[in-house]
């Protein structure tokens, strides 16, 4: 049961990019403070946001770290507080690398695009949360402390052959992520592409929209990605 919660959170995170963030308030002694953010994940589980100098969130930030992203898919027509959510803590800091930032801001234009238009401004940083406490409510019953490794494991062994890994397939095996897309969302788009890669599934980009394809297992290596396409390809019967 607590593997099944665990690709339940991990798919909930990777498949959305709003969430609340929960930060302490530098000015009103530390009371906690919720702010809407929009966020992207990295190849392995860390989070990423694009936080302006002079958001309250960021001015919590930078006094204190200390933060909680919390993500929701509400159910339609249904009992809302009968819907999934994930509640990640963590302390954001900001990157202050400039190889570090550059890789950040290819990942996060390429998902969320009209971000890019901030770049003008000044004011705006990136920031890197990597998970260290992780709730996870599916609804009722289905209640746990999140503890997979995964969670605070680094950059997997393929972080720098992603791009020759997307291509590849992009060029290669088309029909398979068209199957996969069709597979899991049933969509049908003969021009879908794979966009990005994590070791819990990869992102497809299809008719204006992204959609995550999740693995069965995490891929730290090129071979367990590898071997997760070829398992796809079978599933989908290609």
């Not at 936080?51 to 809302?80: G, P």
């Not at 900001?94 to 234009?109: A, G, H, L, P």
């Not at 605070?152 to 020759?164: G, I």
Request: some cysteine; aromatic content about 12%; overall charge positive.
């Amino acid at each position: 049961m607590v593997k099944k919660y665990e690709s339940e959170a991990v798919t909930l995170m990777r498949a959305n990019n709003v969430a609340v963030l929960s930060t302490l308030s530098k000015k009103y002694n530390n009371f906690p403070f919720g702010s809407f953010i929009t966020y992207v994940t990295g190849q392995d589980r860390s989070i990423y946001i694009y936080a302006s100098d002079i958001a309250e969130h960021t001015k919590n930030i930078i006094k204190n770290s200390k933060s909680c992203l919390t993500i929701f898919k509400l159910k339609v027509n249904q009992d809302k507080q009968n819907s999934s959510r994930l509640s990640i803590m963590g302390d954001f800091k900001k990157i202050q690398n400039q190889e570090d930032i550059e890789n950040c801001k290819i990942r996060f234009f390429k998902f969320l695009p009209e971000s890019k238009t901030y770049s003008n401004m000044h004011d705006f940083n990136f920031y890197k949360m990597k998970p260290n406490k992780i709730r996870w409510i599916g609804g009722f019953g289905e209640i746990a402390w999140l503890k997979d490794k995964f969670w605070t494991s680094d950059n997997p062994d393929w972080s720098e052959d992603e791009d020759s890994i997307v291509s590849h397939v992009n060029n290669d095996h088309k029909d398979v992520i068209i199957a996969t897309l069709k597979g899991v969302h049933d969509i049908y788009d003969k021009n879908v592409e794979v966009l990005s890669l994590s070791i819990d599934g990869y992102f497809l980009k299809t008719k204006n929209k992204i959609l995550f394809i999740p693995f069965d297992n995490p891929c730290i290596s090129s071979k367990q990605v590898r071997d997760e396409f070829i398992n796809h390809a079978k599933k989908f019967k290609i």
